[in-house]
């Protein structure tokens, strides 16, 4: 029997669950309880969301939507509920980054960075309701990446890493960890009584293909040296990979673009944002050096993950590498004092003449890679649904977990490896020990990215772990429109779009504030204005007179006081006239556009008296207004 509860006050007892009811645990965190029970009275009991339940030592709750309520007939009603983790909890908080005032609320974004910089950014939010609560565990060591999220919950993002990072995600209490779970537990399972399983269905994977019994392996097609293989364009095996088999013929290739000679370099000084040093460089490369080509160097870590940067000068004697700015980046300096290398980034080098060890090594290394796909494609790839024997359980009181891996064995079946546990579903109502299992293969990572792994690892052993990151670069846009200028009358200029922007490792609010104190951003976007708008002739240019009763170059009180006399009267032949173009809206001193020109810059008077109205114009448009009493603002 089971009980229901409201924080710490049971609200139902004595529950009956269905015989059919179960806990389903599958690998990625996934795990839930249903409950169907049928419940006698005239009202059904109202439960809510986080109303609780302890199923097997677990406690569930109700998260993601209340129960389904039927109602059989007046003092009847079937309850139907799925109970779920805690952990399912982190899908009720958004997945936010930082805003311009340094808030974790900005939905949608796109930053780089290992798998513990968006680890760091989950907990980062969690925490902002539940302090905490929520704590990391293990962290696989990854490469750097580009992964945009938008308008995600912590439990949907979660989902994304484990498919982006090729990883697994797994619950400890309150602790997430994102590496493999998989263990031998030392299991044996057959079928047969006493064996351990009472049935056994074998079915193919959803991708099943026919088993690889010949591969050919190709490599990549950077650093390889002059003539290589009778000039071959990519690196390559003697032969195709094939072991001795039962099963026919089933040819097939493989491409590892990512393996090619090279050699990863581990920075261990730095000078300025363009140069650094890796003390333990094996070969001098002023000596393997192209020709028509510049080398360069890609980094695998740090704030420069992903770029790939040309090689100004190396000095061989200092192991020191001088690097140029990446012309390609058009929105940000690469490298800058906020973004360059750091001690402990690691790096591979390209477009060079490798020496011959590192294509001996690259060959090596596309045959283990090669070798590992062939093995783990020279099978049938297949699913397992087993049932085991309840009392046989129950008897080596063997207890299951997600991930471990059983060996299994069936001789009819063709079968006796090891095999990890996909899910498992427990019966809970009627023993603890009635289990269904599904064992499965994994999906491999990609070869490159254990490639990736390994050589960062292979650079990161002997140091301090790193801890747990925070998102370490921030990004501000500042935005404006210029509009061309120096057009002909009849013209106007286009407007144009200018945007740059500005990076801090401190916080959004310190880019934008650079941002905001750039005082070349206006020239700058002028200056681009001119340099790329257009001069677009908007339709017919017409012209509206306008009539001033006099004009003042500078001395304008001096004017006033004669238009003010009480003797003054306005002869509407000496008035000035203006011509107000309906294109720039600027008033010219002719009504035709063949060598037309603004009128003089200077004060015209609209009426007289000792309030006239007097404007400035400068350059054809007002910039000032007022009057002869109060004077004129020029702005």
Known sequence: MLTIKRGNTPILTNIPPDLGDYVQKQRNGIDFATLNWVQIGDTPTDLQLDDSVEILGTTYSLISKPPTVEKIDSRKHRFQCVFEAEHY?????????????NNLKEKAFTIMGDLSVFVGLIKMNLDRDNPGKWTIGTVEVTEARNISFDNLNCLSAIAQ?????QTEFWMNGNQMNFTSKAKNNGLIFKY????????IIRSPQDDESAPITRLSVFGGSRNLPAGYRNYANTLQLDNPIELPTTLPLNEETITFPEIFPQYLGTVTSVGNEFSFSASAM????NDQLLPVLTAKVIFQTGLLAGYEIEVASYDNTNKTFVVNKVESEKDLEIPSQDLHAEVGDTFIIVDMDPPAELVQLAEQQLYDFGLDYYKANNFHKRNYAVTPDRMHFKRQAIKLEVADQVRLIDGPLGVD????????KTFYARSEWDNELTLSDYPIIDPYTRLIRQQIKQAQSGQPKPPIQSPGIYVFSRIGTFQKQGCGIGFIGEAVKFERKYTSIISYADAMNQGYLDLSF?????????????????????????RFLTYAR????QTCTFISRPDYVRNPDNDIIGYLNNVDNKVYVRNYEAGNEYIPNGFYYTSSGPGAHIDYYSSGSIAGSGDCETGVIIE
């Open 522 to 546: 206006n020239v700058d976007g002028q200056a681009n204005a001119d340099a790329l708008g257009r001069c677009v002739n908007s339709g017919p240019v017409t012209y509206t007179p306008l």
């Open 282 to 285: 094996p070969f001098n490369l």
């Open 161 to 165: 890493l484990v498919s982006e990072f």
């Open 417 to 424: 490896r090891l095999i990890p546990i996909e899910s498992f």
């Open 89 to 101: 909890k982190m899908k009720r908080v958004k997945y936010f980054f930082l805003n311009p005032t």
């Open 192 to 199: 047969g009584q006493g064996n351990g399983l009472y049935n």
């Open 554 to 557: 500078t001395n304008y009180p």
